[in-house]
């Protein structure tokens, strides 16, 4: 049997991993689909698809995942949730049933006709990329929350501080907004 996995792992935490080890248990074969994969470069979004695919190799060969039982898929997002199910299917290999931790990818496959498995993200309050990514952002100790290998990748690719600049530049871009509008006397 083949599942779906969907997420964006941004950035890849322990959580999507103990969610994964459950769906390596229950499924001989996993697509990871790696969602809004056109986003990069935002607060909420701040890794390539291509940095989350490697975050994602090096976290499975970590755990001893053999790289022949997943593969990895880009998602770009479309406009149109209606047609998100079969868009899928038509990027991605046949799949039997999915596993997902977003209400609405569980409706949209639900509706397919897909058997989904909603998992709760184990230690939700902390094992999250929204978690992770604030302590980066405020300099706390965010390392204990990722796979090693990932810890290592991201200070390869410089990700904190790319994130702090994000959060400088966003920062800088509401004050510029806020600042009442100077007209130029003449
Ligand atoms: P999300 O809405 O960012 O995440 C939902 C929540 O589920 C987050 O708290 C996330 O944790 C958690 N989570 C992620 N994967 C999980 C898993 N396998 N098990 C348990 N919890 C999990 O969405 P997402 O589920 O990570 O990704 C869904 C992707 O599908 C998004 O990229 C979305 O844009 C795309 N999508 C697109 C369309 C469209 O284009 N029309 C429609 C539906 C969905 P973390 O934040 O810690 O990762």
Redesign the pocket.
Known sequence: MRGL??????PV?N??LK??EY?FEEVKEVII?I???QVSHTLKNPFTTSERMEMLIRALDEKGIPRGKYFLVA?P?????SI?AP?VEAIVPKFDIV????S??AQ?FRERGYKVI????FR?DI??????RRRMIEGEPWEELVPKSVVEYIKEIKGVERIKMLATDLEKNEKELQAPLRIPEF
């Open positions: 996995f969907v997420g964006r792992f941004q935490h959580g999507h969610a994964l769906v689909g969602g809004s994969a998602l997002d479309i406009n149109f949730n998100w868009y596993f997902t931790g977003n609405l990818v949209l909603v998992q709760p993200m939700k094992l999250s990329a929204t978690e992770i």
